[in-house]
Nanobody, 122 residues
Framework: QVQLVESGGGLVQAGGSLRLSCAASGRTPSTYAMGWFRQAPGKERESVAGISWSGRTYYADSVKGRVTISRDNAKNTVYLQMNSLKPEDTAVYYC????????????????WGKGTLVTVSV
């Protein structure tokens, strides 16, 4: 089993920044892709960003230019730097791990964290 623990969420004013972290532990595969997803109240979960083992990144159109996903393979940790935050970014943010090293979206994810809440005030 793989455990994922997110951190870094909180309350921030519109225009501010947050950096989320997600640490993987347990029986972590030797190579894997990771992604960040979010779910706002009353809405379906949506993809935010993903990163393959190679470092290739993917972003949702709604966050392009404001968000950067990165990873530290030595630490089994993935990060999500979020800038110019908007109230519509308010959601619970989840990280997930895909045992496949190529990111393929939420459908490919094998393990999920419990989420961290991001609240953006006006």
């Amino acid at each position: 089993q793989v455990q994922l623990v997110e951190s870094g969420g909180g309350l921030v004013q519109a225009g501010g920044s947050l950096r989320l972290s997600c640490a993987a532990s347990g029986r972590t595969p030797s190579t894997y892709a990771m992604g960040w997803f979010r779910q706002a109240p009353g809405k379906e979960r949506e993809s935010v960003a993903g990163i393959s083992w190679s470092g290739r990144t993917y972003y949702a159109d709604s966050v392009k230019g404001r968000v950067t996903i990165s990873r530290d393979n030595a630490k089994n940790t993935v990060y999500l730097q979020m800038n110019s935050l908007k109230p519509e970014d308010t959601a619970v943010y989840y990280c997930a791990l895909d045992r496949n090293p190529i990111y393929s979206g939420s459908g490919g994810m094998d393990y999920w964290g419990k989420g961290t809440l991001v609240t953006v005030s006006v």
